[in-house]
């Protein structure tokens, strides 16, 4: 079964360093998607991307987050300048265009800002 | 706006006993119900979906029926496994393209 599939698993950054989050969506897939989850509260949702831009995001997605497809395959998340409240799992997932909300997401990466 | 309450975990079953978890919604216009699961090491996994009122989700024993009146998506299952335990997550989307989720609740089933 196709897999959306994240790396790394778990990355540990100093404050103020930039991160970039790496995930490579199905392959037929159209619409792209970064959540995250901070320990202990619930999943939110940052962004989410079709046709090489972005088609909406959250308050959470500030100046300090970007996201890139950069080859076709790659969808990328980066934080510019990683605050302590950054930390948190997060999650890629992508759909196919006419999908219910029925995403595909991956494992999850685990930041933790130090 | 749109939000999910789930019921606090972590929740503590002993193998073939009945799970309910509570999930209770705020949506503006008419959402779909979602529950998600995420064994350890994997990612969320669609389990049921109900995209209208009075639908019932079902898979893998488990269901959850689109109660508009009491604004309420409760999973449940009668019977409970060890490979059950997870962590599940109630989401809702409306007519954009995203989801809003609960915080999830952990179930552990033991033998």
């Known amino acids: 079964e196709p897999e959306v599939t994240q790396t790394p698993s778990h990355q540990v950054t100093q404050m103020g360093q930039e991160v970039i989050l790496r995930c490579v969506p199905i392959s037929n897939h159209l619409y792209f998607y970064w959540y995250r989850q901070i320990l202990g509260q619930k999943v939110e949702f940052l962004v989410s991307f079709y046709n090489n831009e972005i088609s909406e995001k959250s308050e959470i997605f500030d100046d300090q987050f970007s996201v890139e497809r950069p080859d076709g395959s790659n969808f990328t998340l980066k934080i510019r300048s990683t605050k302590l409240e950054d930390s948190a799992m997060y999650f890629c997932a992508s759909s196919q265009l006419s999908q219910p909300g029925g995403y595909t997401f991956g494992s999850g990466t685990r930041l933790t800002v130090v | 706006g749109n939000s999910v309450t789930q019921m606090e975990g972590p929740v503590t079953l002993s193998e073939e006993a009945f799970l309910t978890i509570n999930c209770t919604y705020t949506?503006?216009?008419?959402?779909?119900l979602f529950w998600y699961v995420q064994y350890p090491g994997e990612g969320l996994q669609l389990l049921l979906k109900a995209t209208k009122a009075d639908d019932k989700g079902s898979n893998k024993g488990f269901e959850a029926t689109y109660r508009k009146e009491t604004t309420s998506f409760h999973l449940e299952k009668g019977s409970v496994q060890v490979s059950d335990s997870a962590v599940y997550f109630c989401?809702?989307?409306?007519?954009?393209?995203?989801?809003?989720f609960g915080t999830g609740t952990r179930l552990t089933v033991i033998p």
């Open positions: 949506a503006t216009g008419y959402p779909s």
């Open positions: 989401a809702l989307r409306t007519g954009a393209n995203n989801l809003f």
